[in-house]
């Protein structure tokens, strides 16, 4: 089966710092997903990538895929408070370039807690 | 457009007794995914239903059951509870199998 190994486990940063969080895989990442958890509430989805290289935005966060397809990061820019929670990351347990479809059962990470302290 | 809705949001239960949870997909979603989430930890994988049938499951014992309605919405239910069920237990929706997820509020599941 598919591990996924979130670091670091933790992390607290000064508002308007940037930060980086890594998720990496024993397996080749067919589709990888990055959510955010408020403390005991459901995941908002940020991004789905799902190529080698693929690179995707939102606002002030940035999602990577590498090459390989067995690592991503979730960076930060600018930090604030609302920034704050629980990210994890998640992949389908379909490999290989099955044509670009994701069969939707996913493996999380144990995810990573993020402070931003005012 | 109101998202994934779960209920009720919190359940206690007495070990051995059984439970019923309940999921709403999102608007135009026919795919109803259950995980469980244990504290500290990341969601597992419990099953996945589409066209009411179940597509993929999880590591999980028969204890844990689930069911789809022609409406798309979902029931998951734990029979013979144990301490070890207790978890926040969510529900995602998505437009099919080969779409991302969207995920309800979740059911904080107690067992005593």
């Known amino acids: 089966s598919q591990e996924l190994e979130q670091s670091p486990q933790s992390l607290i940063v000064q508002e308007g710092k940037n930060l980086t969080i890594n998720c990496t895989s024993s397996k080749t990442l067919y589709g990888l997903y990055w959510y955010k958890q408020k403390y005991g509430e459901g995941l908002i989805f940020l991004m789905m990538?799902?190529?080698?290289?693929e690179e995707k935005s939102h606002e002030k966060i940035t999602a990577k895929l590498d090459e390989k397809k067995q690592q991503s990061s979730l960076h930060i820019t600018a930090s604030q408070p609302s920034h704050a929670g629980i990210y994890l990351c998640g992949a389908d347990a379909v490999f290989g370039d099955a044509g670009g479809t994701s069969y939707g059962k996913l493996t999380f990470g144990q995810g990573t807690i993020l402070t931003v302290h005012p | 457009d109101a998202g994934v809705t779960q209920s009720p949001t919190h359940l206690i239960k007495t070990r051995g007794q059984q439970v019923t949870l309940r999921c709403s997909p999102k608007?135009?979603?026919?795919?109803v995914s259950w995980y469980q989430q244990a504290l500290g930890q990341g969601p597992q994988f419990i099953f996945q239903y589409y066209e009411e049938e179940e597509r993929q499951r999880g590591n999980f014992p028969d204890r844990f059951s689930g069911h789809q309605f022609p409406n798309y919405s979902s029931e998951l239910n734990v029979n013979a509870l144990l301490l070890g069920d207790s978890a926040l237990y969510l529900c995602?929706?998505?437009?099919?199998?080969?779409?991302?997820?969207?995920f309800g509020p979740g059911t904080r599941l107690t067992v005593t």
């Open positions: 990538l799902q190529k080698g290289g």
């Open positions: 608007s135009g979603h026919d795919t």
């Open positions: 995602a929706s998505s437009p099919g199998l080969a779409f991302e997820q969207y």
